[in-house]
């Protein structure tokens, strides 16, 4: 398999052989009592150059190497594994990790934390740090705490109010193991003011009387702020100032005193408190002074004896300021472990640009399939399952990475393959088939005979509906409707329509036909068809009619539309039923 691999301006030809396939299916196989699936070979081969373009043809291989490696035993799978290692051929440096590599300096009890900000649902990218979280915890049998990490933030990026139950919801979804009592910050302030009183009275920290724009200057060219020098007693004064009704908004504004000389601007005297007038959503305006991100954390990772921290590479320099502040308290230090960010390829997901177009009404809501927030993801058929899978694939790595979203819907497959099968008619479209018997249909509700889900059962006459994009594309040839009849669709002239009759009821080896799913259109059946709307990934819907079995189903079951992919059932109504398609 060629693929072109792309560098700045630089391209050449990158061929996956074979064996390469054959190499990440056998470690995953040893890896998992010798059964091996597709999802994680699959991402491997994206480290390795795997374009999205290639992906069936890629899919066809990877399963007929996995039948084989599983058709093996386990010795001869290590057996096979250190061959083709012999022969040269090796696992990319870039290898997606399926383990997880342990954690430093661990001496006692694990404590790690959670701490989401609420300006909207989790969506999938955010699930990624508390999912490797839960998982550390798991492995070392230690304490995971629930920050809610509510301070005020910026105008662009406000707390939204239905986002505490949101974040909840979607962590209780994902099976993460969270300690009973979950911690607000917005319910810690007298902590922070407490260590920040003590730390102005030190001389750790000044409350600032300039602009923005004045510090940004002195800042770039290094100097120290007047108000840095300013006396205790003074320093004492503004900071009681603060908070007092008539000081405005960005009128005060406390900093930690570092170095106007550091290497890095960015690490100058930053912003350690700052006012702010607007409402929180839990509180009100019972407090008007707030802390920054890292100063917040600083005390309570101490306080809540946080043993490591798992976080975004985004937040290097935050861990600075921490390290800083612990300094000063002669505090140990936890672990600090920053991880790189990934993108799924073709998918943009922000919180707040999500929360705008859920307050405008452009988006249906906070489970609009366009946001890929949890809730989302629920009710389109994802399994949490396939999502920790998917993220534990990914393993540990400080770069940013992109992969492609087929990688989830390949792990998410194995969690679906076991769904009822049924028919769906999008577009339906009446046709007549001249000669053709009454029957009676027996169709499997799953092909697997051992998982013994029974059949959906018809009598049908000569009508039946079948798509519209079926109906269009059908020309002289033959046909199967499936798991039924054999037809044949005579030639079209432009003088005379086409006209269909039947040929045979079983299966005809010698007959080159295509297959179409369908639905009884007789007068007996006809309207026992249940009507169905499919909402898809970008929020279109597509309608049509779907078998009257479907009334069946459970709210939040999933099914496979034959021809058309898996689905899950959102909502029933007395007249229609409305599913969201989860993949192909």
């Known amino acids: 398999m060629k693929i072109k691999k792309e560098d700045g301006k630089k391209s050449e030809n990158f061929e996956i052989s074979r064996n390469k396939i054959k190499l990440y299916a056998l470690e995953n196989a040893l890896a998992h009592k010798g059964k091996a699936v597709s999802g994680p070979v699959l991402n491997a081969l994206f480290a390795e150059g795997l374009k999205k373009e290639n992906i069936g043809k890629a899919g066809i291989l990877i399963r007929e190497v996995i039948d084989e490696i599983n058709s093996l035993s386990i010795e001869e799978q290590q057996n096979e594994f250190d061959s083709i290692q012999k022969a040269g051929e090796k696992i990319s440096k870039r290898e997606v990790r399926e383990s997880l590599p342990p954690l430093p300096n661990v001496n006692g009890k694990v404590v790690m934390r959670l701490a989401p900000f609420p300006s909207g649902p989790l969506h999938i990218g955010n699930a990624r740090p508390y999912i490797l979280n839960d998982e550390y915890v798991k492995n070392y049998k230690g304490k995971l705490i629930l920050v809610i990490d509510d301070t005020i933030s910026s105008e662009e990026k406000p707390i939204e109010p239905e986002s505490y139950d949101l974040i909840k919801e979607g962590f209780d979804w994902l099976k993460i193991n969270y300690d009973k009592k979950i911690i607000y910050k917005s319910d810690r302030l007298k902590i922070y003011y407490a260590y ?73 005297d930053r912003v350690m408190f700052r006012i702010s007038d607007r409402m929180h ?36 320099m935050e861990t600075e300021v921490e390290k800083f502040i612990w300094n000063i308290f002669h505090w140990s230090h936890p672990e600090v472990i920053h991880i790189g960010f990934f993108k799924i390829e073709g998918v943009k997901i922000s919180k707040s640009k999500g929360a705008k177009e859920v307050h405008s009404g452009d988006y249906i809501g906070w489970n609009d399939p366009r946001l890929w927030s949890l809730q989302s993801l629920r009710d389109r058929g994802i399994k949490p399952e396939a999502i920790r899978e998917f993220i534990l694939n990914m393993g540990i790595t400080k770069t940013n990475s992109t992969v492609a979203v087929d990688v989830l819907y390949a792990i998410n497959k194995k969690y679906l393959e076991k769904s009822p099968r049924y028919f769906f008619v999008s577009e339906p479209v009446k046709i007549h088939i001249s000669g053709a018997p009454e029957l009676e249909a027996n169709i499997p ?5 051992f998982l013994e889900m029974g059949f959906r059962k018809y009598k049908t006459g000569q009508d039946f509906f079948i798509s519209k994009k079926d109906c269009d594309f059908l020309d002289y040839g033959d046909y199967r409707l499936m798991h039924l009849l054999n037809f044949r669709c005579e030639k079209i002239s432009m003088m005379k329509p086409r006209y269909f009759h039947f040929l045979s009821e079983e299966p005809q080896p010698e007959l080159k036909v295509r297959f179409l799913h369908w639905l009884p259109a007789d007068k007996l059946n006809e309207f026992k068809n249940v009507k169905v709307f499919v909402r898809m990934p970008d929020n279109s819907v597509i309608s049509g009619l779907g078998e009257k079995y479907l009334i069946d189903m459970k709210k939040g079951g999933t099914a496979q539309f034959e021809r058309f992919g898996f689905v899950s059932l959102y909502k029933k109504t007395k007249n229609h039923l409305e599913f969201w398609f989860a993949h192909s």
């Open 281 to 316: 959503p839990k509180i009100g305006k019972k407090y008007k002074v707030w802390p920054l991100l890292e100063f917040s954390w600083a005390i309570d990772d101490h306080l809540l004896g946080i043993t490591h921290i798992l976080r975004g590479i985004d937040l290097m």
């Open 196 to 268: 920040a009183g003590e730390l102005i009275k030190k001389g750790y920290m000044y409350v600032c009387s300039c602009s923005k724009e004045e510090f940004q200057e002195l800042r770039k060219q290094g100097k120290e702020c007047p108000c840095r020098h300013l006396p205790r007693e003074e320093q004492e004064k503004r900071w009681k100032k603060m908070f007092l009704s008539e000081t405005k908004q960005g009128e005060l504004v406390v900093r930690l005193k570092t170095s106007m000389q550091h290497e890095n601007p960015a690490f100058r």
């Open 445 to 449: 509700l799953h092909p697997d005979e």
